[in-house]
């Protein structure tokens, strides 16, 4: 089969440690089998490739979270198609089957399934998706999708209403869907047998890619690519899923949570405790995570609380009031104060906007070891670099030459330059002037391979 993993979402229910760019699926907090720590994206794809059942892996995502993809990837295969804009799920899941059928020349009767990324759940949910698949194989229905077995009557998740079961078959037959219903109907849907909606799909290519000409009818993925504000904005439930003729249900009926707020993340993280902690003994129940190097937080006499720090912020709640926290995010229009990108990781340390109007920005920049910054220039701000560790190849207006912990760079307006890390790299950049806005970069190719 062919897997479209869907990674989306604006980051604002795991703050302050997630952001626009850093969405909570991003996350280093889970514990990764070998030791370490793994984000909910990396877990999902090392279940997919530990299970074996996918042939390619197809990651569908915005603009803005490709670098930090590309990051976390650590050397496992997979195409990532990028939306222009974003336009809700049913967009996503129609550009990255055009990108299988029209780029890389997949037919019609190749088995696609659509699985969020951020689904934390174990072997028998890759076990379930075997099963739509096959029932896909078998023309039980031109749309699989996965239920979910109910465990409260949660008003967070759509319901999927199979008709009777019949007999000797793993799929069902869907009657009706219910998108997100109130506390007793969802009792009420529950005593019917009704799943939670996974938002797991299974199809074949050629099915989707017919509803995909309905709205534009295209020769190759660029032109779709470049048409995508064409299709409607809208779900994939309510595009695909709610208009289909002939969709069935697969149950699935082991570990599965959605680990959308901080109360839920929690429960699965391997400590309570994360970076610089100090807590005494009338500490319970509380779980605290610093992101903040050297600054300590202590706790003292806290119970049921969460406790998060990062650079964007800090949150101080009960967990049972974990939830409630997106309206007040909504309040704040500062920039991402840390970002992770395909050459490493910055985190803001310094924003200063003078009475002239006069601005500074400073960032602590780690490239990794092979990594490098693009060759660049700037045309409102100038640049001081400080290296602090670690060596590197720099390069200022063509020439090259080796820095490490100690020199300064000081790069004005129009200046071309790039940095490539050699080791673990770190360095300290002021940005000065009047506008400081990411948009100020001109982006030119450089040859890294003749200097190594």
């Avoid at 897997?3 to 979402?9: A, D, P, T, Y």
């Avoid at 999902?44 to 979270?65: C, K, P």
């Avoid at 055009?98 to 689904?119: H, I, N, R, S, T």
């Avoid at 803001?348 to 003078?354: D, L, R």
Wanted: negative net charge; hydrophobic residues 40%; glycine residues 8%.
């Amino acid at each position: 089969m062919r897997v479209i993993l869907l990674s989306g979402g604006s980051g604002k229910r795991l703050w302050p440690l997630s952001n626009d760019t850093r969405s909570k699926q991003f996350l280093r907090l889970l514990e990764a089998p070998e030791g370490g720590s793994e984000s909910m994206f990396q877990r999902m794809l090392r279940q997919l490739n530990d299970t074996g059942i996918a042939e390619s892996i197809t990651i569908a995502t915005s603009a803005s979270q490709s670098d930090i993809i590309s990051n976390q990837l650590l050397g496992r295969e997979a195409d990532v198609v990028t939306e222009p804009e974003r336009r809700d799920t049913f967009p996503a899941i129609a550009l990255s089957s055009a990108f299988l059928a029209l780029e890389k020349g997949y037919g019609d009767d190749e088995v696609v399934v659509v699985v969020p990324c951020d689904a934390y759940t174990e072997k028998g949910y890759f076990d379930s998706i075997k099963t739509m698949v096959q029932a896909v194989q078998d023309n039980v229905a031109e749309l699989v999708l996965m239920g979910i077995c109910p465990t409260t009557p949660s008003t967070k998740f759509g319901y999927v209403v199979p008709k009777q079961q019949q007999e000797g078959g793993a799929a069902l037959a869907v009657e009706r869907f219910t998108e997100k219903p109130d506390s007793a109907k969802a009792k009420e849907l529950i005593q019917q047998g009704a799943f939670w909606n996974g938002g797991v799909f299974a199809f074949r290519l050629g099915y989707l890619m017919n509803i995909v000409n309905k709205h534009i009818q295209v020769n190759s993925f660029t032109e779709l690519r470049d048409r995508y504000a064409e299709l409607p904005k809208i779900s994939f439930d309510y595009e695909v899923a709610e208009k289909a003729q002939s969709v069935a249900v697969v149950p699935y009926k082991g570990k599965w949570k959605d680990l959308g707020t901080w109360n839920s993340m929690a429960e699965e993280l391997p400590h309570p405790f994360s970076g610089y902690v100090i807590a005494d003994e009338t500490t319970s129940g509380t779980c605290i995570i610093n992101e903040l190097d050297d600054m300590p937080i202590i706790s003292v006499g806290t119970k049921d609380m969460i406790v998060a720090a990062s650079p964007d912020g800090i949150l101080v709640c009960s967990k049972e009031a974990s939830e409630r926290q997106k309206p007040l995010v909504e309040q704040i229009k500062a920039r991402p104060m840390y970002e992770e990108r395909r050459w490493g990781t910055y985190r803001v340390i310094g924003n200063t906007t003078y009475p002239d109007g006069y601005r500074s920005l400073t960032k602590l920049l780690h490239l990794n070891a092979g990594k490098f910054i693009s060759y660049q220039t700037h045309a409102k701000r100038e640049e001081v670099w400080t290296f602090v560790d670690g060596e590197g190849l720099l390069v200022i207006n063509g020439e090259v030459r080796k820095v490490g912990r100690g020199d300064v760079v000081h790069i004005q307006p129009g200046m071309y330059h790039a940095i490539r890390a050699l080791t673990e790299l770190e360095f300290i950049e002021v940005q000065v002037g009047t506008e400081l806005v990411e948009e100020d970069i001109q982006r030119y190719s450089w040859d890294w391979e003749k200097y190594l």
